[in-house]
């Protein structure tokens, strides 16, 4: 089992860049694939980003590629993700999941697939 704690959330400007972090306590981090999601007001939580238990393989939301970058450091037990030129739309709750088991190349993009999930981190963007 993995407890999920996310952290670096907070009110920026249109155009600002914001790091979010998802530390993970328990065992074996390096075995799970992780994604974040995010779920603004009124509307579905949806997947922004996924990796691969490694690292190697990654996948982003149509929305954010280009700006935002997940990451991942097995060593530390976290995961991260990597804001760039935030946008009003970018307002969310934003949560981290994580899935085990897992291939060790792949990562998950349907919610479903997740078994474990942290508490979410607000990111609020200005225009």
């Known amino acids: 089992q993995v407890q999920l704690v996310e952290s670096g959330g907070g009110l920026v400007q249109a155009g600002d860049s914001l790091r979010l972090s998802c530390a993970a306590s328990?065992?074996?981090?390096?075995?799970?694939?992780m994604g974040w999601f995010r779920q603004a007001a009124g509307k579905e939580r949806e997947l922004v980003a996924a990796?691969?238990?490694?690292?190697?393989?990654?996948f982003y939301a149509d929305s954010v590629k280009g700006r935002f970058t997940i990451a991942r450091e097995n060593a530390k037990n976290t995961m991260y993700l990597q804001m760039n030129n935030l946008n009003p739309d970018d307002t969310a709750v934003y949560s981290c999941?994580?899935?085990?088991?897992?291939?060790?190349?792949?990562?998950?993009?349907?919610?479903?697939?997740?078994?474990?999930w942290g508490q979410g981190t607000q990111v609020t963007v200005s225009s």
């Open positions: 328990g065992r074996s981090f390096s075995n799970y694939a």
């Open positions: 990796i691969s238990t490694s690292g190697g393989n990654t």
């Open positions: 999941a994580a899935k085990s088991p897992s291939s060790s190349s792949g990562y998950y993009v349907r919610q479903d697939s997740y078994n474990y």
